[in-house]
T-cell receptor
Framework: SQELEQSPQSLIVQEGKNLTINCTSSKTLYGLYWYKQKYGEGLIFLMMLQKGGEEKSHEKITAKLDEKKQQSSLHITASQPSHAGIYLCGADFRWGKLQFGAGTQVVVTP | NAGVTQTPKFQVLKTGQSMTLQCAQDMNHEYMSWYRQDPGMGLRLIHYSVGAGITDQGEVPNGYNVSRSTTEDFPLRLLSAAPSQTSVYFC?????????????FGQGTRLTVV
């Protein structure tokens, strides 16, 4: 979706290092979703953020939504091989129209 | 709970053929959507529905039709398949206006048009 910019497009990180993925929109986001996808498989729900300034964590993954509700970041601490995959951010811009960014491919090297 | 069920999982079509991709959810969700996923393109919204009888176009609606006669079902119709419609298709559902929750996805349909 051109309304949702995701960066970087891909990244390679050494095992044990941190990484951050960004998701940006020029419009206010009503519900921001993060999903993970293994190649050729379905989507795994990670987190959903709704309120400006909200932050959620699960295991080594933390997601934040800025106060203006136009930008979100996903941060992975001490990456592991299991963190490899495609990360997708999605947002509800208005009544039920859920759109996604182009995705970030994460490769974790030994 | 079955969640979101998509059928078929794989399909090969000849150019010009028509077919319907089925999507059903048993969670009484009001919002349902169809996406296609192509390499490097993320998920692109084809059509979506905010309730029975209500549908709207997404980013890439051309060549596809939808209808929503019941809350549970949201089929996607390819009218005359083209090679450009070769893709992986995902259906999703969410609760709707009563509060945002996780968007549940089907397992996908891998469609090849030859």
């Amino acid at each position: 979706s051109q309304e949702l910019e995701q960066s970087p497009q891909s990244l390679i990180v050494q095992e044990g290092k941190n990484l951050t993925i960004n998701c940006t929109s020029s419009k206010t986001l009503y519900g921001l979703y993060w999903y993970k996808q293994k190649y050729g498989e379905g989507l795994i729900f990670l987190m959903m953020l709704q309120k400006g300034g909200e932050e959620k964590s699960h295991e080594k993954i933390t997601a934040k939504l800025d106060e203006k509700k136009q930008q979100s970041s996903l941060h992975i601490t001490a990456s592991q091989p299991s963190h490899a995959g495609i990360y997708l951010c999605g947002a509800d811009f208005r009544w039920g129209k859920l759109q996604f960014g182009a995705g970030t491919q994460v490769v974790v090297t030994p | 709970n079955a969640g979101v069920t998509q059928t078929p999982k794989f399909q090969v079509l000849k150019t010009g053929q028509s077919m319907t991709l089925q999507c059903a959810q048993d969670m009484n969700h009001e919002y349902m959507s169809w996406y296609r996923q192509d390499p490097g393109m993320g998920l692109r919204l084809i059509h979506y529905s905010v309730g029975a009888g209500i549908t709207d176009q997404g980013e890439v609606p051309n060549g596809y039709n939808v209808s929503r006669s019941t809350t549970e079902d949201f089929p996607l119709r390819l009218l005359s398949a083209a090679p450009s419609q070769t893709s992986v298709y995902f259906c999703a559902s969410t609760t709707g206006p009563h509060g945002y929750t996780e968007a549940f996805f089907g397992q996908g349909t891998r469609l090849t048009v030859v």
